[in-house]
């Protein structure tokens, strides 16, 4: 091991923070193994072979888990008239960048780090997840309609679709996916999403996806809304809403979309709940968790026969903040 060499020991500190990096063009932010930040570890010999193949390989670290506030140039006067703010983010670990930036680290909100990236990692919800990637394959301007229990998964399922159909969904609306939020589902604001739907996203496939979240809690005006724009959808155009309550909806409004079920009965969820569990402890331990903390986890999960996903991420964090590993 060469430790006289600054950028390597700084590599091994990252991955013995927890963090994991890949390596990268010296200097800049192209990668420099076959499939870039997918091939980030936090595993000693691995990071040691990359820089002794490239000794003065950049050091890139893989963000999923994190949210990371980018500051541009030295004379960003961002936070500038609120120092108790910026107090507040001077105790984040900070990265400087070669044009005088500043970028930010924090962990994300509890449960967003887990949340699957691609259709492939929905747990749990196979019929659904057949319709959606094969709907994916030969894609058409289309409404949807996810029903089903809070917590299995159709936020992420909609987010899912949305990058199997080439939408750059990191960034948000820039790369196609406009999210509309329950509060937020007035008259107005339909007809804000729907003019966008026509325009052209800044990067990604060109394809737009508009996800509606609980939408059995729009306005009137605003279904009434969607119900002629539904019929008129533009080209390479997805709109997905998700509900709890889909009798809560008109027939009229259910009849303009592909209602998609997700499931929540605890016997046929156990299994994938039990996987999840594995998942997000192992990546934040390194370690499998104790088979009774398993059960423990997943039988605190449920309620009324229902088991919730994101009760399951829930309740993970909180057993692994009490044993000290978050």
């Not at 390596?23 to 691995?46: F, I, M, N, Q």
């Not at 990058?163 to 790369?175: I, K, Q, R, S, W």
């Not at 569990?277 to 968790?289: A, D």
Request: hydrophobic share 40%; charged share 25%; aromatic share 8%.
């Amino acid at each position: 091991m060469n430790l006289q060499n600054p950028l390597l020991k700084a590599a091994l500190f990252y991955a013995e923070l927890g963090y994991r990096v890949f390596p990268c063009r010296p200097g800049a932010k192209t990668p420099l193994t076959e499939h870039g930040v997918l091939d980030a570890s936090g595993d000693v010999a691995a990071i040691e072979r990359w820089w002794n193949i490239w000794p003065n390989a950049n050091i890139g670290l893989a963000t999923d888990g994190l949210v990371v506030v980018d500051v541009d140039g030295i004379e960003n006067p961002w936070l500038k008239d609120d120092p108790e703010k910026l107090l507040d983010m001077g105790a984040a670990p900070l990265s400087l960048t070669a044009n005088g930036g500043r970028q930010f680290l924090f962990r994300q909100p509890a449960g967003k780090g887990y949340r699957p990236k691609c259709l492939q990692a929905i747990l749990g919800q196979p019929k659904a997840l057949k319709i959606l990637e094969t709907f994916a394959r030969s894609p058409r301007p289309a409404a949807f309609l996810f029903e089903g229990e809070s917590g299995t998964g159709k936020t992420s399922a909609a987010i899912g679709l949305a990058a199997a159909l080439g939408c750059a969904v990191e960034h948000a609306e820039f790369g196609g996916v406009w999210t509309i939020a329950s509060g937020e589902q007035s008259a107005d604001a339909v007809r804000d999403k729907y003019r966008r739907l026509s325009l052209t996203p800044m990067c990604g496939s060109g394809w737009k996806v508009a996800i509606v979240n609980e939408a059995d809690r729009m306005a009137k005006p605003a279904e009434t809304i969607w119900l002629d724009a539904l019929e008129n959808l533009p080209p390479r155009s997805v709109v997905i809403f998700t509900t709890n309550f889909a009798g809560n909806l008109s027939s009229r409004f259910r009849d303009r979309c592909m209602r998609v079920g997700f499931v929540s009965d605890a016997k046929a969820l156990r299994e994938d709940a039990e996987r999840l569990v594995l998942q997000i402890w192992s990546r934040e331990t390194g370690k499998s968790p104790p088979g009774r903390t398993v059960q423990k986890i997943v039988a605190a999960s449920v309620e009324s026969g229902e088991l919730s996903f994101r009760r399951v991420v829930q309740h993970v964090e909180r057993e692994l903040l009490e044993g000290g590993a978050l």
